[in-house]
């Protein structure tokens, strides 16, 4: 879907570093259909399931993105620390967060895969903030992201940040994805 | 100003005299390969995108390759075997390396050489981090998702963000023998880190890296993601032109870094200096010295993967296995069916490969990814539950090998041979001075 410019609030979901496309989707889950409406919840139900428990949902720790037997998440906004997604190239990755529910990330940095899959299929949004915020943020505080001002707003801790603009990949985002803004430039022909 | 090997390759492809980092351009693409875990998904956006009837831009450019999760009775993983070979059907692919045939491979990085798919000086992209293993032979290579490889099955082309280039510098005259690839990408890895090369080209040059075989220079370009980078890159040479045109008879035009190129930074190693290296439990860049880590408890051993599967890679470990008993669960599985032939005539002494690691005891699985990332629960070699595990593959984030409650810890061929042997972590120098003439 297209990604409008529109403020994104939710609750925060917290990661530390270094998380890569295992712990975001173990390998043994990447069999299921993404085309099938019903087989594909199955990718909200196991995204997050590869970190370790004392490490999701931080600071406390020990808490799921999803709950046991639901495929969608009470969270929308992930914040980590450094190189999220490294690892594999899969696009499960990203996508499995999408069905989950997550309309955006928050990062100190990204893996560039992950981050080129992310805004090329179109299935979230990859902010990077200036600062690692992982150890600010706490799992289930109440965020606004103003993406016309780039600015991370916890309404929880009534605490701003100021985040990177997107940058050149800007169109490719809102235009929600590689082809949509393939298609809005004349490179691929409108079906 | 000159241009480094990576920015010509994509300035040639992109139609430009020059380019520069930083620079988002389109590039024309020379071979896409995918295989069983993102080809399927790739092959339902490209339908979806492209419509029912069309057709892939050019299927001589098109490579699939199935090789993770072959072996096995998971109804899913061979679901989606059957997709891909109903894609190649209908597309009348001709490089579709088909599970239960003769053409079958095993490991996509491995079999692309061996088909004759790298060649110096061009633009390869693959459904997999690993593609960047390509670079080796001089070449622009690099991972990407489902919907970008959708892309080109449409188009041919698919935009790059020209990355900046590290050079990787090593002296030395030749590997020493208790020393492989593997532990000088470990070493440069636990240097840098994990994000130590992110966006960025590693480029691996001097004396010390022309003296490393074609075996050997994959291993390096292998884990430049495992430091992040985009891709990894040896300049082409003899070497490279002795493997290519024994696999190949295509064109190529070998492309070279200029003097006055820029880079990032500079970074100098001697090859000769270098010692036997461990990444510990659980991230690539957790470095260690084989001899710090000396009688570490293990559970498993495991050779094998696009890292660590190779001839050269069981060659070395037969040498230190040879004429002992293996005291640990040791698993070895061959990247693809070439090599696993090849352990039946290769031998030590007039001992085929194979018997010195049967007669030890070891366990031999078919050629594919196998237990390198889990997969399902019935994969050859999977840790499924608290197992610590030495590994001659390339990743050990928690739960890469299966269960998240595992412990894995990556070295060379060398160095998991010589620990099978011992049961504890063992720095194969002890073995090499011992069995090395």
């Given at each position: ?6 403020p ?5 979901f917290v990661?530390g ?5 295992d ?9 299921y259909?993404?085309e099938?409406p019903?087989?594909?919840k199955?990718?909200g139900?196991?995204?997050l399931s590869?970190?370790?428990s ?38 499960h ?7 989950a529910?997550?309309k ?12 080129r ?12 903030s ?9 799992t289930?505080?109440?965020?606004e ?17 100021k985040?990177?603009p997107?940058?050149s990949v800007?169109?490719?985002v809102?235009a ?7 298609r809005?430039?004349g490179m691929?022909?409108e079906? | ?7 010509k390759?994509l ?5 430009n005299?020059?380019v ?6 389109w590039v ?7 295989h ?7 092959i339902g ?12 831009w050019d299927?001589?450019?098109l ?10 009775n ?27 045939t003769?053409?079958y ?7 692309l050489?061996?088909?004759g798919?790298?060649r ?24 990407i998702?489902n ?5 080109i ?5 698919l ?6 280039t ?31 090369a ?10 010390g890296?022309k ?6 220079r994959?291993?390096?370009?292998n884990?430049a993601?495992?430091a992040?980078g ?8 003899e070497?490279?032109?002795?493997y290519?045109?024994s696999?190949t ?7 070279y ?12 190693y ?16 957790n470095?260690a ?10 559970d ?21 296995i ?16 070439e ?42 070699g999977r840790?499924?539950s608290?197992?610590v595990c030495?590994?001659?593959?390339n ?6 090998m299966?269960?998240?409650q595992?412990?894995?810890y ?17 720095d194969?120098r002890?073995?090499?001075q011992?069995?090395?003439?």
């Amino acid at each position: 879907m297209s990604k409008s410019s529109e403020p994104i609030k939710g609750k925060a979901f917290v990661l530390g570093k270094n998380v890569d496309t295992d712990q975001i989707i173990p390998a043994a889950h990447l069999v299921y259909s993404l085309e099938d409406p019903e087989e594909r919840k199955l990718y909200g139900k196991y995204a997050l399931s590869g970190v370790p428990s004392q490490e999701s949902g931080l600071p406390q720790g020990n808490i799921r993105l999803t709950k046991e037997d639901e495929t969608e998440s009470e969270f929308k906004i992930i914040v980590a620390s450094d190189n999220f997604g490294c690892g594999s190239s899969r696009e499960h990755a990203p996508a499995c967060l999408e069905i989950a529910g997550i309309k955006a990330i928050v990062t100190s940095s990204y893996a560039r895969i992950f981050y080129r899959n992310s805004v090329d299929g179109g299935f979230l949004i990859p902010f990077e903030s200036y600062e690692d915020l992982s150890k600010e943020v706490h799992t289930g505080d109440e965020l606004e992201i103003d993406q016309e001002n780039h600015i991370l707003k916890n309404l929880t801790q009534k605490k701003e940040y100021k985040i990177k603009p997107l940058g050149s990949v800007a169109d490719i985002v809102h235009a929600g994805g590689i082809f949509k803004y393939a298609r809005q430039t004349g490179m691929v022909a409108e079906r | 100003m000159g241009m480094t090997l990576t920015e010509k390759i994509l300035a040639k492809h992109s139609g430009n005299d020059r380019v520069s980092p930083g620079d988002n351009v389109w590039v024309d693409v020379d071979v896409l390969m995918t295989h069983d875990v993102c080809g399927p998904p790739a092959i339902g956006i490209f339908h979806k995108q492209f419509g029912e009837d069309a057709k892939v831009w050019d299927k001589e450019k098109l490579v699939i390759i199935p090789d993770h999760y072959i072996f096995t009775n998971d109804k899913y993983a061979n679901r989606n075997v059957d997709i891909l070979r109903a894609f190649a059907a209908e597309q009348d692919l001709p490089y579709f390396y088909d599970v239960g045939t003769d053409r079958y491979k095993g490991v996509c990085h491995v079999a692309l050489p061996e088909e004759g798919f790298t060649r110096p000086g061009e633009v390869l992209f693959g459904t997999d981090s690993h593609t960047c293993t390509a670079g080796a032979f001089g070449q622009f290579a690099t991972g990407i998702g489902n919907t970008d490889a959708a892309f080109i099955m449409g188009t041919g082309k698919l935009w790059v963000k020209v990355p900046e280039t590290m050079r990787f510098v090593f002296e030395g005259a030749s590997l020493p023998p208790y020393l492989m690839a593997k532990d000088i990408i470990l070493k440069i890895i636990g240097d840098i880190g994990v994000d130590g090369a992110t966006y960025r080209t590693m480029e691996f040059t001097g004396p010390g890296i022309k003296a490393l075989t074609m075996e050997d220079r994959m291993t390096l370009t292998n884990m430049a993601i495992e430091a992040g980078g985009k891709n990894g890159v040896v300049e082409p040479d003899e070497v490279t032109d002795a493997y290519v045109k024994s696999r190949t008879d295509k064109p190529f035009e070998k492309v070279y870094s200029d003097p006055d190129a820029v880079y990032h930074s500079e970074h100098f190693y001697n090859i000769e200096e270098l010692v036997p290296m461990i990444a510990k439990p659980h991230s690539p860049d957790n470095k260690a010295t084989a001899e710090e880590l000396e009688g570490t408890y293990l559970d498993r051993a495991y050779i094998g993967s696009c890292t660590g599967g190779k001839l050269s890679d069981f060659r070395a470990a037969a040498e230190i296995i040879r004429g002992n008993k293996v005291k640990l669960d040791t698993y070895i599985v061959p990247a693809t069916t070439e090599i696993a032939r090849a352990l039946e005539t290769e031998t030590i002494y007039g001992t085929p490969l194979i018997d010195i690691f049967r007669e030890a005891g070891c366990k031999i699985g078919n050629a594919s990814c196998a237990a390198c990332l889990g997969g399902p629960s019935d994969t050859f070699g999977r840790l499924n539950s608290e197992e610590v595990c030495i590994s001659s593959t390339n990743r050990n984030y928690p739960g890469r090998m299966g269960s998240k409650q595992a412990q894995v810890y990556l070295a060379s061929p060398y160095t998991v041979a010589a620990s099978a042997v011992t049961g504890v972590i063992t720095d194969p120098r002890v073995f090499i001075q011992q069995t090395v003439i």
